[in-house]
């Protein structure tokens, strides 16, 4: 089956400092990937949706300006949580799609 | 606009008996439903999808789930739960038309299997 890796798979950081994590499709290639995220006990909520070199699209209510997607190739997307704050401490999973969704297994960020 | 909605947030049941975990769904054009599980710490791992073929769906682990249009549901059940099938339940439907890749996902229902 299609294999979708995410790096790093945890990750801590201080306040104010930036973050990028990776997506990655290993045996296929993506027309789109998409950012969730997951706060403890609670449901995914998609964040972005992302097309190999074009800007990401975000949903209603998520920072742009935070939240940098990078879609350099298609087989890799990267998400920046730029100048991150406790309250962006969260599990964030990616999928990678075509023909239909494959989940990474997800990166727990810390931000103390 | 979609949705989906999951009925009981958290249900236990005993070893060897009958799962059944809830999903209603809102759409104005056919879904595309799915159910994924997830363990602590770890991804998603989808166990049956509903793409407008068969309404009685087999998934993996013993999972069934069966679309019925009249009740808008997508209910998952298994005949015998194990304890390996506590986690997390997630019911999704994809957005759009057709499978999209643009999952909304229900609110989760955590399974407790008792011995």
């Known amino acids: 089956g299609a294999v979708v890796s995410q790096h790093p798979s945890w990750v801590i950081c201080k306040s104010g400092t930036s973050v990028k994590i990776e997506c990655r499709s290993l045996d296929f290639q993506a027309t789109t990937m998409f950012w969730y995220r997951q706060f403890p006990k609670q449901s995914l909520m998609l964040m972005a949706t992302?097309?190999?070199?074009?800007?990401?699209?975000?949903e209603q209510g998520v920072e742009k300006d935070k939240f940098l997607i990078n879609h350099a190739s298609l087989t890799l997307s990267t998400l920046t949580v730029t100048s991150a704050h406790p309250e962006d401490s969260s599990f964030y999973i990616c999928?990678?799609?075509?023909?239909?969704?494959?989940f990474g297994p997800g990166t727990r960020l810390t931000v103390l | 606009a979609q949705s989906v909605t999951q009925l009981g947030s958290h249900v236990s049941v005993s070893e060897g008996a009958l799962v059944l975990l809830r999903c209603n769904y809102s759409s104005s054009v056919p879904p595309y439903l799915f159910w994924y599980v997830q363990y602590p710490n770890q991804g998603l791992q989808l166990l049956l999808k509903y793409t407008s073929a068969a309404t009685l769906v087999k998934g993996i682990n013993g999972f069934e789930a069966e679309f019925k249009k009249s009740e808008t549901s997508f209910h998952l059940t298994k005949p015998s739960a194990h304890m390996s099938d506590a986690a997390e339940y997630f019911c999704?439907?994809?957005?759009?038309?057709?499978?999209?890749?643009?999952?909304?996902f229900g609110q989760g229902t955590t399974l407790q299997v008792k011995p």
């Open positions: 999704a439907v994809s957005l759009g038309s057709g499978n999209t890749g643009k999952l909304i």
């Open positions: 992302s097309n190999e070199g074009s800007k990401a699209t975000y």
């Open positions: 999928s990678a799609f075509w023909r239909e969704q494959f």
